[in-house]
């Protein structure tokens, strides 16, 4: 890539991401708005006087005027202000801080764990396809793939956790990473939840792209020349077959890292979804809002990586600046 | 073999690093079982680990941090001039004694002497009016404000002494102040640390996850068993279940899935206890608006549910009935389950005396979380045998508050309410039922105002007999409180009042 090209589609992209970041936010701002209830009633109970209550909706400003709401939540937006937590009062950024320490860690661990387990049984399912394991391998993605994620939890718990004793059921050590093994051992079952089914669907994404190219012209031709089957497969077949896999695996990751709010719930752990999931119900927008800029974040920074990654890879891809947007 | 069994997990763990161990330790617990089995052998340095489903929204129990606050921190980490005692009855903790003057409107409190905040500040009359104040004041979210709103002014006349002047006599002052942390007058943003005179001190709060406390060396009174306590939080009682039975935690506060009882009741490691909570489960109806105003329906109401079959379905064997909105544990508590008891051909012919011979329809708004929307359809069918139909409604706790609590826009509605002594709801005709009768108004105002507690109990016990019998609301029954625990642990209330878990007492076997 030429330097001017590299600066343009990199300035393409950081605008993209803006404006996206920005739709995000004011659709998010408007959505949690449109929910019945308020945000004050968190912070009530049973016995409150309606002078309270007025008094708490004051604090958190759902008395304001949409309009002015929407003129506050802009400006602190433009100063990269999160604010505080209606309900624990506590600033938003650094809480999410502590609950990535949990959400990335336990996504990205599932993630290469998927990895290393989805690319060789897929191009296995591929490769052998005509013999009975290829076969089970297929049948078992598919299975994994139809199965529901807290349904896998629930039954690595029961093996593992209640009956093997192995591995914690659930919950996030007090002491977090400053005990490493304890915190390992208490994500280990979630990890392998997310793996078992992240890889069941990567596994049938690697095993087509391993036939396209068990198909293609440029193997048989490099057969052709003398190559044996695997150099053929290995020099020329992963290299093209992991373009339109690099582009799944972006999303793939993108989606785990949204999708841990069901595995966090199931595990009881403090990741951003839960953070997510309590703000929704109690409406603290403040945490809502954070929650949501933060994930949206990654998961653009993760789709750019990808499209990187791509164009590293694919020659073809590298002089077009414009490319896959996702 | 009790003793055995009771220690699998501990083998379990000493097993994973060596066999020889295990076998050693298998031996020494046989020989435990065989020998004593005497209590008093718990380990003064445990950390005793308790799984709960309440998480604190902050720390501080005048902004609206929940009722998980009161759990973790009440007489653990804040106390109070007195305690309300899992007995129901109220006992002087940081008030050594006080006097009453003559008219009841005059409180001299002398302070228990020798007490240190954690901080280190020793405990003073100006903490004591400055915690007070934080619960009067305009910003506070406590619901305990209205209570202690006869409070005129508090002087301090000296570091010992604290005197309370009243506008209006106040029998429940006391009571009224167990609810009232004495914190440090210096101390700023309660809402994420603490500055109180209890056995426990808070070490960390890690936020959706746990709140470890440590003991206090300065404490004042009985030194706490254990060295240490952290509350573990979780957001799935099945989660929580897993959480006890593999022994991560050691104690559940409050089970609120019965059908997960199953598996504590039948298994010799677990202790699984029944106390009373005060957590009512009632259809409350809007009685400003008909058909509800009318009493005869609301009367026929309440005979055409068969209270005890949903108890039944919901707890099993567990729970109580109740005939109105007071629980055992309160004391003008009386037996009121045979007014309006479940006779339906009786509540039949109330409608068509109330001149709804064919019925009626309504809708009653259920918030989304167990046991209301189950309780909801239970409802549903049973009113359809005395031909009213019922609509249901299903609204997130947060809506329950705009639409219901504040501006009263509900037919019915199911409600679950944990407070304690909260008859005087009844007194109060703004309230979001509406129930309003004046000679009930009276009486409450009237047993605020008695001159000691016998009369006041006379009162209330008139209040609760006249809204039983107006049928003021439909009061289904009293939740248990059903507390589980490793066998290994011991000295943790049974009862939930005020949803408090006082922990200083709890031990764990050696």
């Known amino acids: 890539m030429k330097g001017a090209a590299i600066l343009s589609y990199l300035l393409r992209r950081l605008a993209i991401l803006m404006v996206s970041i920005l739709i995000a936010a004011m659709v998010l701002f408007l959505l949690l708005r449109l929910l019945p209830g308020d945000p004050a009633n968190a912070l009530v109970s049973v016995g409150a006087d309606p002078e309270q209550i007025e008094a708490a909706r004051k604090q958190v400003g759902s008395d304001l005027p949409l309009s002015e709401q929407f003129v506050g939540f802009v400006s602190s937006l433009l100063r990269f202000d999160l604010g505080n937590s209606f309900i624990s009062q506590a600033p938003v950024l650094p809480e999410i801080g502590k609950r990535l320490a949990v959400t990335v860690p336990l996504t990205l661990m599932a993630f290469l764990l998927a990895v290393v387990i989805a690319v060789p049984l897929g191009i296995i399912a591929a490769v ?42 659930g919950g996030f050590p007090s002491r977090g990473w400053q005990r490493p093994e304890a915190a390992f051992e208490s994500l280990a079952l979630p990890i392998s939840t997310i793996a078992i089914v992240m890889s069941a669907s990567l596994i049938r994404y690697v095993r087509s792209a391993t036939q396209d190219v068990l198909g293609s012209d440029y193997l048989r031709t490099a057969r052709a020349l003398g190559a044996s089957f695997s150099e ?35 595990f009881s ?22 929650v949501l800029f933060v994930s949206t974040l990654l998961v653009l920074l993760v789709g750019f990586a990808a499209d990187l990654a791509q164009r590293l890879i694919d020659p073809r891809l590298r002089d077009r600046t414009v490319g896959t947007d996702r | 073999m009790t003793g055995l069994t009771t220690h699998a997990g501990a083998i379990l763990k000493i097993s994973r690093r060596n066999a020889r161990t295990m076998t050693a330790a298998a031996l020494l617990f046989g020989a435990l079982a065989a020998g004593s089995v005497q209590a008093q052998d718990f380990d003064a340095d445990a950390t005793i680990n308790i799984g709960s489903l309440y998480e604190p929204q902050n720390l501080d129990n005048t902004a609206g941090a929940g009722q998980g606050i009161n759990e973790a921190f009440n007489s653990n980490v804040y106390e109070a001039l007195f305690q309300l005692n899992d007995d129901g009855t109220v006992k002087p903790v940081l008030a050594k004694d006080y006097t009453v003057s003559d008219d009841g409107l005059t409180y001299t409190f002398t302070l228990q002497p020798g007490v240190a905040f954690h ?26 404000k209205n209570s202690l709103k006869s409070i005129a002014a508090i002087e301090t006349p000296d570091d010992a002494t604290v005197v309370i002047k009243l506008s209006a006599r106040s029998i429940s002052l006391p009571y009224n102040l167990s609810y009232v942390w004495i914190v440090n007058d210096t101390a700023t943003d309660l809402t994420a640390t603490e500055d109180g005179t209890g056995p426990y001190q808070l070490e960390d709060w890690r936020r959706g996850s746990s709140l470890a406390l440590a003991r206090f060396d300065s404490y004042w009174g009985t030194k706490p068993s254990s060295a240490d306590v952290v509350f573990q939080y979780f957001t799935e009682a099945t989660a929580l279940n897993n959480a006890l039975l593999t022994g991560s935690v050691d104690i559940i506060t409050s089970v609120q899935s019965p059908d997960s009882l199953a598996q ?10 029944e106390g009373q909570s005060t957590t009512k489960l009632l259809l409350a109806y809007n009685d400003r608006v008909a058909p509800f105003d009318n009493i005869k329906v609301r009367k026929a109401l309440a005979r055409a549910v068969d209270d005890q079959k949903l108890l039944n379905a919901v707890w099993g064997d567990y729970g109580t009935s109740i005939g109105s909105m007071v629980p055992p544990t309160d004391p003008w508590y009386i037996d009121l389950t045979k007014t309006d008891a479940y006779d339906p051909e009786s509540a039949k012919a109330l409608l068509a005396e109330a001149g709804y011979p064919d019925g009626f329809t309504f809708t009653i708004d259920t918030p989304n979380y167990d046991p209301h929307p189950i309780a909801a359809q239970f409802l549903q069918t049973e009113l359809a045998k005395v031909g009213v139909t019922v609509n249901i409604n299903v609204i997130t706790a947060n809506e329950w508050y705009s639409k219901i609590y504040k501006a009263h826009d509900f037919q019915a509605t ?15 005709p ?19 105002a008695s001159a000691n ?21 439909n009061w289904i029954y009293l939740y248990p409180q059903i507390v589980v625990s490793a066998k290994s642990v011991t000295g943790y209330p049974l009862n939930g009042l005020n949803s408090q878990f006082f922990v200083s007492g709890i031990k764990k076997a050696d």
């Open chain 2, 453 to 473: 507690t016998d009369e006041q109990t006379e009162k209330l016990k008139e209040a609760n007999r006249i809204i039983a019998e107006d049928a003021a609301s």
């Open chain 2, 119 to 144: 901080s280190g500040d020793p405990l003073t009359a100006k903490d004591v009016k400055f915690s007070i104040e934080r619960v009067t004041s305009a910003e506070s979210k406590s619901s305990r």
């Open chain 2, 264 to 273: 504590f009741k039948d298994n010799p490691d677990f202790t699984v206890s």
């Open chain 1, 232 to 266: 053929a497969l290995i020099r020329h077949g992963i290299r093209n077959g992991s373009v339109p896999v690099i582009s799944i695996l972006g999303i793939e990751l993108a989606s785990t890292l949204l999708g841990a709010v069901v595995v966090e719930r199931v």
């Open chain 2, 430 to 448: 703004d309230f979001y039922w509406g129930y309003n009768n004046p000679k009930v108004v009276d009486l409450i105002q009237q047993a605020e």
């Open chain 1, 269 to 290: 752990l403090p990741g951003l979804g839960s953070m997510l999931l309590l703000g929704i119900e109690q409406r603290d927008y403040p945490n809502v809002q954070g």
């Open chain 1, 128 to 169: 052998k396809s005509d013999r009975w394991y290829g076969s089970v391998i297929s049948v078992i993605s598919q299975l994994g793939i139809a199965v529901p994620v807290f349904w896998i939890g629930i039954l690595l718990v029961t093996v593992f956790a209640v009956n093997l004793r192995i591995f914690p059921s």
């Open chain 2, 414 to 428: 199911l409600q679950e309410h944990v407070n304690h002594r909260d008859i005087v709801f009844y007194g109060n």
